[in-house]
Nanobody, 121 residues
Framework: DVQLQASGGGLVQAGGSLRLSCAASGFSFEDYAIGWFRQAPGKMREGVASIMSSDGSTYYADSVKGRFLISRDNAKNTVYLQMNSLKPEDTAVYYC??????????????WGQGTQVTVSS
């Protein structure tokens, strides 16, 4: 079975840090790009960061550039999201998702269950 297990969320004060983990199983992890998304109450889901499978190139939403860092460890089938200088507006449920890099036009087909991040002011 395909599984994406997001973990590492919690309650932190503004200015603090958290590291989220996304542990994958059941598919060829090294062939998949991994993205982190978040959804705050009453808001649409938004992409936060992603990392490619081939060259490890990364993408960040403008709102998190310079504060968040995405990385992957293919040996452990895990992607990390290091979140620094957290702000109250970062409060959301964070999800990781995977899409097949071998497909020219692919969509995020596998999704984790989400982990809550709450940043207090």
């Amino acid at each position: 079975d395909v599984q994406l297990q997001a973990s590492g969320g919690g309650l932190v004060q503004a200015g603090g840090s958290l590291r989220l983990s996304c542990a994958a199983s059941g598919f060829s992890f090294e062939d998949y790009a991994i993205g982190w998304f978040r959804q705050a109450p009453g808001k649409m889901r938004e992409g936060v960061a992603s990392i490619m499978s081939s060259d490890g190139s990364t993408y960040y939403a403008d709102s998190v550039k310079g504060r968040f860092l995405i990385s992957r460890d293919n040996a452990k089938n895990t992607v990390y999201l290091q979140m620094n200088s957290l702000k109250p507006e970062d409060t959301a449920v964070y999800y990781c998702a995977a899409k097949d890099s071998r497909v020219v036009i692919s969509r995020y087909e596998y999704w984790g269950q989400g982990t809550q991040v709450t940043v207090s002011s």
